[in-house]
């Protein structure tokens, strides 16, 4: 048995008036999701454990069966190891945002989601102008980049800046958890502040107001932590021997690196609704005639989810059934080695909000010959019926490793 997760990032959601309260799942045309959840078996994962903040480094983490208490290091770590920027042991590393600030408010999360070539001028600017020897930033994709301080601390209190649109910037600048932290929290909110004043005057930046578009007029530090301790999942799941991960987003690449799988790029993946879905299809597929485990993660219904554009999301949750399940589906039952697959969000990404909750997800499970419980659609409401009930912690990864 080969097995392969297709991840729909962010595409839970909750009841929409608009949409005769129904949430998206339910509301969108998905016969493939559908097809699979009617021939396979469903229920729900709580992927946020209690205490922790329900982002995409905790959820992913947890899909993938890691204990939260013993692994997590927030999300500036993995999306190191993604990059190939190794952490020391004297260092702290922090996911490191571009955002567009108007009015001292964050306007949003992504500086009107940046191009990369764009993003990558100012991030090697900011590091000519602001970076030394113990200060470094690396570029990433898009708004997403790395922060590294030698002989910084983690206890610290970040605001993850896509929870927040429409408030203040000051008030949520970086505090001290312990004495030891202040005067890392000092450096970050000194670094904040001293960026905004380097790229409002950037030639990028006064180019893309003249455009029309937001300026990356301020970076965003959050999620610090040190290097995990991770073992990869061959370790604990034997039969995985080899496997494969395929995303446009830095973060779930640097996830797959200290699993033990191989980042695949992809070519026009952009973590947006305009990524390539049909050459990560062709990837996942091509990796299967070889490889144990493929995680497929696409991104693109939790940035719907962030700008609140619920056409949009759903719009990516179709794209999702139609262009990537169908023709993955239809390719597995073609293949001499039976295919398990697994379909579900990481967590829900609600349009009313525009941030991320800790609700569980729904999931569901297929492979040939698996013995289908009663529910029929896939969706937040349909699989509260499924046969395997609510699960935690790594009892979803138990129950789609044991697939024989």
């Not at 396979?40 to 995409?56: A, N």
């Not at 991104?299 to 169908?326: M, P, Q």
Request: charged letters at 25%; proline letters at 6%.
């Amino acid at each position: 048995m080969k097995y392969i997760i297709i991840l729909g990032d962010g595409m839970a959601d909750w009841p929409v008036k608009s949409l005769d309260n129904k949430t998206l799942l339910q509301y969108a045309n998905i016969p493939f999701m559908n097809k699979l959840a009617k021939e396979g078996r469903t229920g729900l994962l709580q992927t946020v454990p209690e205490g922790f903040h329900p982002g995409s480094e905790v959820a992913n983490l947890s899909v993938l069966g890691y204990n939260l208490e013993k692994v997590y290091e927030g999300r500036g770590v993995l999306e190191a190891a993604s990059m190939g920027v190794d952490i020391e042991p004297d260092e702290v590393a922090m996911r490191c945002n571009l955002i567009c600030i108007e009015d001292n408010k964050i306007k949003n999360h992504s500086a009107g989601h940046i191009s990369n070539a764009e993003a990558e001028e100012l991030i090697l600017y900011l590091e000519k102008e602001l970076g030394d020897d113990r200060v470094s930033f690396y570029p990433g994709v898009s708004y997403r980049h790395l922060l590294k301080i030698k002989n910084g601390k983690k206890e610290l209190n970040c605001t993850p800046p896509h929870d927040v649109p429409g408030q203040e910037f000051r008030p949520l600048l970086v505090k001290s958890l312990t004495s030891e932290a202040k005067e890392t929290a000092e450096l970050i909110n000194q670094l904040i502040l001293k960026s905004q004043e380097l790229l409002s005057e950037h030639p990028i930046n006064k180019k893309r107001i003249a455009e029309g578009k937001d300026p990356a007029n301020s970076i965003w530090p959050w999620s610090p932590g040190y290097r995990p301790q991770m073992d990869t999942l061959s370790k604990t799941y034997p039969m995985i021997q080899s496997g494969s991960v395929i995303s446009a987003v830095d973060l779930i690449k640097g996830i797959g690196v200290y699993a033990g799988l191989t980042p695949i790029e992809v070519e026009g993946a952009t973590g947006l609704f305009d990524t390539n879905y049909e050459n990560k299809v062709a990837a996942a597929l091509e990796a299967l005639q070889t490889q144990d485990f493929v995680y497929l993660h696409i991104e693109a219904s939790d940035e719907a989810g962030h700008e609140g554009n619920v056409e949009l999301k759903i719009r990516t949750i179709e794209d999702l059934d139609s262009r990537a399940v169908k023709p993955i589906y239809e390719a597995v039952l073609q293949m001499d080695e039976p295919v398990a697959i697994a379909i579900l969000p990481d967590h829900p990404t609600p349009c009313e909000i525009r941030t991320h909750t800790s609700d569980p997800i729904p999931f569901l499970i297929w492979h040939p010959g698996i013995k289908a419980d009663s529910v029929t659609t896939y969706n937040e409401v349909s699989v509260k019926q499924g046969s395997y009930g609510l699960l935690k912690g790594d009892e979803f990864m138990n129950e789609f490793m044991k697939i024989k």
